[in-house]
């Protein structure tokens, strides 16, 4: 009878292991399309607003944006005297292959009211290169007491607003407001303040920390695979 029992109990211990090494497989799967499907809401997320920049585009179409910006780019650069490099490299971003074609700059001391660092670039993400974004971040080291003392900043003065407009191609913009909420981050010091904009479709966000600047303007990720009417 003992005999004829062991198998028994044999075979439901393997159906019962092959079940629980089945759900920690689709557990893990789950899990996995879940991370994927957070990160791609977090990327959409980021994206706020309606605009021209909003819509969408063929790689080709965003390739001239991004030739043309880059000039304007160039430009600001030599205007100011300030040294910078170009690249094109290829890099791996959460094991997906990123192809980066880039302008950047570099002024690790730099003095109050002044720009330490700028990068400008036109990522295609995938290696079938389907997605795409350009992207804009600068670190700009703040005088905070001068901002306190004369209860005054102004961002179009600063080189910020000439690499933004290089950007947008919009040098009429009016930055009153920005200019308020910065002045009301540091004399309130609020270390963590963050300004969030949309400049047509363009996804702005400024954060003071201490007496550092930083500034990053962002497009939505293109699908280039997305056919236009």
């Known amino acids: 009878m ?3 029992i062991l198998p028994i109990i044999v075979s439901v211990t393997l159906a019962v292991s092959i079940a629980g090494c089945s759900n920690s497989v689709k557990d893990a799967a789950d899990k996995s399309t879940d991370n994927k499907a957070q990160t791609e809401n977090k990327q959409e997320e980021a994206f706020i607003g309606e605009g021209e920049w909003a819509k969408d585009y063929t790689r080709d179409e965003v390739s001239q944006f991004h030739s043309e910006i880059l000039v304007r780019m160039e430009e600001q650069a030599l205007f100011y005297g300030l040294d910078y490099n170009k690249e094109e490299k290829v890099t791996e971003e959460n094991g997906e292959t ?10 690790l001391n730099p003095e109050p009211n002044r720009l330490e660092s700028m990068y400008y670039g036109f990522k295609i993400f995938g290696e079938d ?5 350009l992207n804009l971040k600068m670190g700009f080291k703040l005088d905070l007491d001068q901002i306190k003392a004369e209860d005054k900043f ?3 003065e600063t080189s910020m607003a000439a690499f933004s407009e290089a950007m947008t191609n919009n040098s009429e913009r009016d930055y009153s407001e920005i200019n308020n909420q910065i002045i009301d981050i ?8 963050t300004i969030e904009s949309n400049l047509d479709g363009l996804v702005e966000i400024i954060t003071i920390k201490d007496d550092y600047l930083l500034y990053k303007l962002d497009s939505k990720v293109y699908d280039f695979s997305i056919k236009k009417n």
């Open 186 to 193: 540091v004399k309130n010091k609020n270390t963590n303040g």
């Open 129 to 133: 290169l389907s997605r795409g974004s």
């Open 98 to 107: 990123v192809n980066d074609n880039h302008i950047y700059l570099d002024n």
């Open 2 to 4: 003992l005999k004829k």
């Open 154 to 156: 102004d961002f179009k």
